[in-house]
Every structure is written in C-alpha cells, then in structure tokens.
Nanobody, 115 residues
C-alpha cells in the first residue's frame, strides 16, 4: 500500500484547509485510514481515524474543528480542518492499516497556521 498526501500549505488563523490522501496498491486490504501530526517538540499524535465503514474517531481536543471522511471508490481519505489555530501547525501524515495489522505511512505535508 502506498499513500500520497496533498493539500498542506499556509493559512491564516481561523481559516480552513483540506488535506487529501490517495491510497494505491493493495487497497482492498486497507482497514483504517487516518491522519497524524507532529511538531519538532512533540511526539506524533493522532488527529483522526476512519474505518472502512465510515466510523470515525477523534481526540476530544479536535472534535468539532476537524472532520475526516473517506471515499472508498477513490481510495482517498480527506481531512477538513476549520477554525485553524497556530498550534495546529505541524507536519501532517496520512496513515493506514490493513487487516493483517500492518501499518503504512505517507509522506508528511506541512500545515502552517499564521497568527
């Protein structure tokens, strides 16, 4: 499984941004897809997870501002981010796992929120 993330960039605080992540390869083996983020001074943290059935999971701190969705026909997962804050600045990584519990990671995409 290969994951290609896109959509990062620079946005002002309060703005919105949508990230996309397209999966290729053995896509039928993919179970969960999701997004993580990391800054130089913090460990990588989960942002949002969605399973093949569309069930989602978010950390409490991000509920209401971030929305993950998935289009299984396009093998793509999206992360809609709104009301962005400077503390959302990070490298965002797309991730997936398969039914054999193997993990896959895409390249990171930088999101910078200016104050």
């Amino acid at each position: 499984v290969q994951l290609q993330a896109s959509g990062g960039g620079l946005v002002q605080a309060g703005g919105s941004l949508r990230l996309s992540c397209a999966a290729s390869g053995n896509i039928f083996s993919i179970n969960h897809m999701g997004w993580y983020r990391q800054t130089p001074d913090k460990e990588r943290e989960v942002v949002a997870i969605i399973d093949r059935g569309g069930n989602t999971n978010y950390p409490q701190s991000l509920k209401g501002r971030f929305t993950i969705s998935r289009d299984n026909t396009k093998n793509t997962v999206y992360l809609q981010m709104s009301s962005l804050k400077p503390e959302d600045t990070a490298v965002y990584y797309c991730a997936a796992d398969d039914y054999d519990h193997r993990d896959y990671w895409g390249q990171g995409t930088q999101v910078t929120v200016s104050s």
